[in-house]
């Protein structure tokens, strides 16, 4: 819509009437008389004289309305758009994913059949970066090295489907969970502090990297960057058969780690043993770090002063110009 934002200024509209009233009429320089081009021309008198008297109404008429034309310019017309919403001021939150050799083991079911688990923390994951409204969410993989798969971005499709694409052994068939570790304090040490945030999923303990994951959650808790570990694993470990999926323990999840990790930074440790486990896992995740509710909207402006402005001026030439071609 257009709105005005100063329009006060209409009261200056009547100013001319008011200065006409109280002004004496200026009088005319000499005595010449200026025959009408009609007269000139032999015609009747009374038909120059209706002519003359529309040519000054016209020009009367035209000389209002580049009045009012400048003054509603002076009182700054505006297009007004629909209010647009613009993105929350949420978390900075990382999701560090460990893509070793060893998340290629079944040991879950999804939907009735049993998936490894990497495609289960894609589907989990997925739901979890969908409800992130909000927030600016970065992705990280890691195995033998640590990978900045998505820089944080408020662009969560994106995000969500670099997830789907990872595939195990993209970074190494080991795990070097400092490593994660200390790429994720590197992206989030100049973000706002109250809101750093890492999530941090393996199955394994630390087998490579060049940095101790115990001295790296040291550099995060200096740094001010909370850390969630999840424990994926460690519950029954599918082994593939011509029978089917055969379970055993699994014993290479180092859940002390994981635990002293979070401890450090201010997070929680969680294990998952099963799908369901994984997915409240996730629902208590946002529960502790909740998306902030704050709207905030602003509406596009454009100025449209300069229209009645122009116009306002053509006006102005346009009488002067024929002014100076009749009289001079």
């Not at 490593?179 to 304090?185: E, K, R």
Request: glycine residues 10%; positive net charge; aromatic residues 6%.
């Amino acid at each position: 819509m257009i709105v005005l934002a100063w329009p006060w200024v209409l009261l200056a509209l009547p100013l001319p009437r008011l200065a006409r009233a109280v002004l004496p009429e200026a009088q005319p320089e000499g005595a010449a008389l200026r025959l009408p081009l009609q007269l000139a021309l032999g015609l009747d008198l009374k038909d120059a004289a209706q002519a003359a008297n529309r040519r000054k109404r016209l020009w009367r008429g035209l000389a209002w309305l580049a009045w009012v034309l400048l003054v509603i310019a002076a009182a700054r017309p505006q297009w007004v758009g629909d209010p647009v919403q613009l993105p929350l001021s949420g978390r900075d939150l990382l999701l560090a994913v460990d893509v070793s050799g060893s998340m290629e083991s079944q040991d879950y079911l999804w939907q009735g059949h049993p998936v490894d688990r990497l495609s289960l923390v894609k589907a989990v994951a997925g739901d979890f970066i969908e409800r992130r409204t909000g927030d600016r969410i970065g992705l990280i993989l890691f195995g033998s090295r640590a990978y900045l798969q998505t820089p944080l971005t408020y662009d969560r499709s994106t995000v969500k489907a670099l997830l789907e694409e990872a595939v195990i052994g993209l970074a190494g068939r080991e795990t070097a969970i400092g490593d994660a570790i200390a790429l994720a304090v590197k992206r989030l040490r100049d973000r706002s502090e109250k809101n750093r945030v890492l999530i941090l999923l393996t199955d394994g303990t630390n087998t490579a990297g060049a940095i101790d994951p115990l001295e790296a959650a040291e550099l995060a808790a200096r740094a001010g960057v909370r850390i969630y570990t999840i424990g994926i694993g460690g519950g029954a470990l599918g082994v593939s058969t011509p029978f089917g999926v055969l379970r055993r323990q699994a014993g290479d999840l180092d859940a002390e780690t994981l635990q002293t990790i979070a401890q450090k930074t201010g997070g929680r440790y969680f294990q998952a043993t099963d799908t369901e486990g994984l997915a409240a896992i996730y629902r208590e995740l946002d529960r502790l770090e909740p998306t902030q509710q704050e709207r905030r909207t602003y509406r596009p402006i454009q100025s449209l002063y300069p229209w009645p402005a122009g116009i306002a001026l053509c006006i102005v030439c346009f009488l002067a110009g024929f002014a100076r071609d009749v009289h001079g």
